[in-house]
Protein backbone atom coordinates (compact mmCIF):
# COMPACT_ATOMS: atom_id res chain seq x y z
CA UNK A 1 0.00 0.00 0.00
CA UNK A 2 0.92 3.46 -0.90
CA UNK A 3 0.57 6.38 1.35
CA UNK A 4 0.09 9.45 -0.30
CA UNK A 5 -0.83 13.28 1.33
CA UNK A 6 -1.86 15.86 -0.51
CA UNK A 7 -1.13 19.63 -0.25
CA UNK A 8 -1.56 23.01 -1.86
CA UNK A 9 -5.56 23.42 -1.97
CA UNK A 10 -7.16 26.97 -0.92
CA UNK A 11 -9.11 29.54 -2.03
CA UNK A 12 -8.64 31.09 -5.50
CA UNK A 13 -10.45 33.90 -7.23
CA UNK A 14 -11.47 33.02 -11.55
CA UNK A 15 -8.68 33.08 -13.18
CA UNK A 16 -6.46 32.16 -10.78
CA UNK A 17 -4.05 29.63 -10.68
CA UNK A 18 -3.33 27.04 -8.07
CA UNK A 19 -0.74 24.05 -7.72
CA UNK A 20 -1.12 21.07 -5.94
CA UNK A 21 1.58 18.68 -4.43
CA UNK A 22 1.19 14.63 -3.62
CA UNK A 23 4.10 12.94 -1.80
CA UNK A 24 3.60 9.36 -1.77
CA UNK A 25 5.51 6.63 0.31
CA UNK A 26 8.03 3.59 -0.60
CA UNK A 27 10.38 3.15 -2.75
CA UNK A 28 8.46 1.81 -6.18
CA UNK A 29 6.70 5.40 -6.81
CA UNK A 30 8.69 5.61 -10.05
CA UNK A 31 7.12 2.43 -11.82
CA UNK A 32 3.48 3.81 -10.57
CA UNK A 33 1.09 5.37 -12.87
CA UNK A 34 -0.28 8.42 -10.74
CA UNK A 35 -3.34 10.61 -11.01
CA UNK A 36 -5.14 13.56 -10.23
CA UNK A 37 -9.38 12.96 -9.35
CA UNK A 38 -11.87 15.30 -8.27
CA UNK A 39 -15.35 15.28 -6.68
CA UNK A 40 -17.89 18.60 -6.77
CA UNK A 41 -20.22 18.25 -3.92
CA UNK A 42 -23.30 16.51 -5.09
CA UNK A 43 -21.01 14.84 -8.11
CA UNK A 44 -19.29 11.66 -8.83
CA UNK A 45 -15.54 11.74 -8.36
CA UNK A 46 -14.08 12.02 -11.62
CA UNK A 47 -10.55 11.46 -13.41
CA UNK A 48 -8.62 14.95 -14.01
CA UNK A 49 -5.41 14.18 -15.12
CA UNK A 50 -3.10 10.86 -15.11
CA UNK A 51 0.26 10.55 -15.70
CA UNK A 52 2.28 6.86 -16.60
CA UNK A 53 5.79 5.66 -15.02
CA UNK A 54 7.04 6.64 -18.51
CA UNK A 55 5.65 10.47 -18.02
CA UNK A 56 2.90 10.15 -20.76
CA UNK A 57 0.06 12.00 -19.82
CA UNK A 58 -3.89 12.50 -20.07
CA UNK A 59 -6.61 15.40 -18.68
CA UNK A 60 -10.12 15.49 -18.87
CA UNK A 61 -11.41 17.67 -21.47
CA UNK A 62 -12.95 20.10 -19.21
CA UNK A 63 -9.45 20.56 -17.77
CA UNK A 64 -7.00 20.50 -21.31
CA UNK A 65 -5.00 23.48 -21.85
CA UNK A 66 -5.52 24.58 -18.11
CA UNK A 67 -3.92 22.16 -16.18
CA UNK A 68 -0.59 20.28 -16.16
CA UNK A 69 0.40 17.37 -14.62
CA UNK A 70 3.86 16.62 -13.84
CA UNK A 71 6.41 14.05 -11.31
CA UNK A 72 9.25 13.86 -10.19
CA UNK A 73 10.49 10.27 -9.22
CA UNK A 74 13.67 11.64 -7.32
CA UNK A 75 11.05 13.66 -4.81
CA UNK A 76 8.46 10.44 -4.96
CA UNK A 77 6.06 13.90 -5.33
CA UNK A 78 3.24 14.21 -8.42
CA UNK A 79 2.07 17.88 -9.22
CA UNK A 80 -1.04 19.14 -10.28
CA UNK A 81 -0.66 22.66 -11.90
CA UNK A 82 -4.11 24.97 -12.29
CA UNK A 83 -4.20 27.63 -14.30
CA UNK A 84 -7.50 29.84 -15.22
CA UNK A 85 -9.08 28.65 -12.58
CA UNK A 86 -13.02 28.98 -12.55
CA UNK A 87 -16.50 28.19 -10.62
CA UNK A 88 -16.78 24.62 -12.17
CA UNK A 89 -13.01 23.29 -10.47
CA UNK A 90 -13.94 23.90 -6.84
CA UNK A 91 -13.97 20.44 -5.50
CA UNK A 92 -12.13 18.08 -3.61
CA UNK A 93 -8.80 16.95 -5.30
CA UNK A 94 -7.56 13.27 -4.47
CA UNK A 95 -4.20 12.18 -5.69
CA UNK A 96 -4.31 8.64 -6.68
CA UNK A 97 -2.34 5.30 -7.57
CA UNK A 98 -5.58 4.26 -9.47
CA UNK A 99 -7.38 2.07 -8.72
CA UNK A 100 -5.65 0.99 -5.14
CA UNK A 101 -4.47 4.02 -3.45
CA UNK A 102 -5.88 7.17 -2.85
CA UNK A 103 -5.34 10.27 -0.93
CA UNK A 104 -7.03 12.30 1.89
CA UNK A 105 -8.15 15.26 -1.04
CA UNK A 106 -7.34 18.77 -0.17
CA UNK A 107 -9.91 21.23 -1.37
CA UNK A 108 -9.51 23.65 -3.83
CA UNK A 109 -12.44 26.72 -3.83
CA UNK A 110 -12.58 28.89 -6.53
CA UNK A 111 -14.33 32.03 -5.57
CA UNK A 112 -14.62 35.72 -5.97
Known amino acids: QVQLVESGGGLVQPGGSLSLSCAAS????????MGWYRQAPGKQRELVAT???????NYADSVKGRFTISRDNVKNTVYLQMHRLNLDDTAVYYC??????WGQGTQVTVSS
Open 26 to 33: GSMFSIYD
Open 51 to 57: ITSSGST
Open 96 to 101: SRPPFD
